[in-house]
């Protein structure tokens, strides 16, 4: 079992920037990632991390503008986030999971708002 716990999330304006943060507790998890869901839509998945610092980015959207990275030591994932724009106001789930299988542990998320 792993618990994810996120933090970093809130209100910005545009062109700001925030830093997500995910503390993993329990077992250890190969990969963690961020997803993100807006109001109306379908989560999306963002970013992923292996546990050997392999990245992967999924959304054409933020590429160039988040970036995933970890510190095993204190098992905390983080997401910077800079240049936001209205349309990455959605809340932001951390996710956990093991080589081979779907993502199978997430956190309770944390709320984005960017206004223009």
């Known amino acids: 079992q792993v618990q994810l716990v996120e933090s970093g999330g809130g209100s910005v304006q545009a062109g700001g920037s925030l830093r997500l943060s995910c503390v993993a507790s329990g077992d250890t998890a190969d990969y963690m990632g961020w997803f993100r869901q807006a109001p109306g839509k379908e989560r999306e998945k963002l970013a992923i991390?292996?546990?050997?610092?392999?990245?992967?980015y999924w959304t054409d959207s933020v590429k160039g503008r988040f970036t995933i990275s970890q510190d095993n030591a204190k098992r905390t994932v983080y997401l910077q986030m800079n240049s936001l724009k209205p349309e990455d106001s959605a809340i932001y789930y951390c996710?956990?999971?093991?080589?081979?299988?779907?993502?199978?542990?997430w956190g309770q998320g944390t709320q984005v708002s960017v206004s223009s």
């Open positions: 991390i292996t546990f050997f610092g392999g990245r992967s």
């Open positions: 996710a956990a999971g093991s080589f081979g299988n779907a993502i199978s542990y």
